[in-house]
């Protein structure tokens, strides 16, 4: 047994799109892909995955006749200095008159994400910065053929937190947080001879996956 010990410098974080469902063919090794259907019998999925989980193709799987996947598409973004996640599992009181103890039963799960970025600008590519503020206030974006793209306000986002990414050797088991999220907060600051930075909070929403932990073996380069 390999044991590896994780520090702040591991972890990378991504923003990611799901793409069109895909229910033939084989599947592209190395591809993170949400799985939205599974075939009643001779699923090729690997065992033990369901409806609703995210996983990474290990070998050019061949979908079986009645599976379905949507294809993620992950652009890892660089501009945050550290990122912070909570868990909070609501506990609801259902004492009755007559317990003789307080009993709860768990109610829904509360995931915060905060973190701060270094405010960064490019000409070529979207930055961090770009999508946390743009997703709460307009930015226009002018392109190499002078028009100008607005950014879309308030959508939802995809979140994917790698916390093992840092680690080098294919004996490691990546542990990967996948959640949709909304941009619930943000802010800047910056001052004489400092980096100027700005603060984010992310809270768990709906979307077409649950918030999950998964942790997978590591394909080789």
């Given at each position: 047994m390999t044991v590896k010990r994780v520090i702040n410098e591991d972890t990378g974080i991504y923003f990611f799109?799901?793409?069109s469902e895909v229910d033939t063919g084989a599947l592209v090794a190395g591809t993170r892909y949400l799985v939205t259907a599974l075939a009643t019998s001779?699923?090729?999925?690997?065992?033990?995955?369901?409806?609703?989980?995210?996983?990474?193709?290990?070998?050019?799987?061949t979908l079986g006749s009645g599976d379905k996947v949507k294809p993620l598409t992950m652009t890892k973004f660089c501009g945050f200095q550290n990122i912070d996640g909570t868990f909070d599992k609501e506990q609801i009181d259902v004492t009755a008159i007559c317990d003789?103890?307080?009993?709860?039963?768990a109610g829904r799960l509360t995931v915060e994400l905060s973190g701060t970025?270094?405010?960064?600008?490019?000409?070529?590519?979207?930055?961090?910065t770009d999508v946390v503020m743009g997703?709460?206030?307009?930015?226009?974006?002018?392109?190499?053929?002078?028009?100008?793209?607005r950014s879309a306000v308030g959508a939802d986002v995809n979140v994917a937190i790698v916390l093992t990414e840092g680690i080098a050797g294919t004996d490691v088991k990546d542990l990967t947080l996948y959640t949709p999220a909304q941009i619930s907060s943000g802010g800047f600051s910056g001052g004489t001879n400092s980096a100027k930075t700005a603060d984010v909070s992310l809270s768990v929403t709906t979307g077409e996956f649950e918030p999950q932990f998964v942790k997978e073996n590591r394909i080789a380069a």
């Open positions: 799109e799901i793409g001779d699923s090729a999925i690997p065992n033990g995955l369901a409806v609703g989980d995210i996983f990474l193709a290990q070998t050019a799987i003789k103890t307080t009993t709860y039963r970025l270094v405010v960064e600008t490019s000409t070529g590519e979207e930055t961090a997703n709460l206030i307009t930015l226009l974006s002018q392109q190499s053929d002078g028009t100008y793209e």
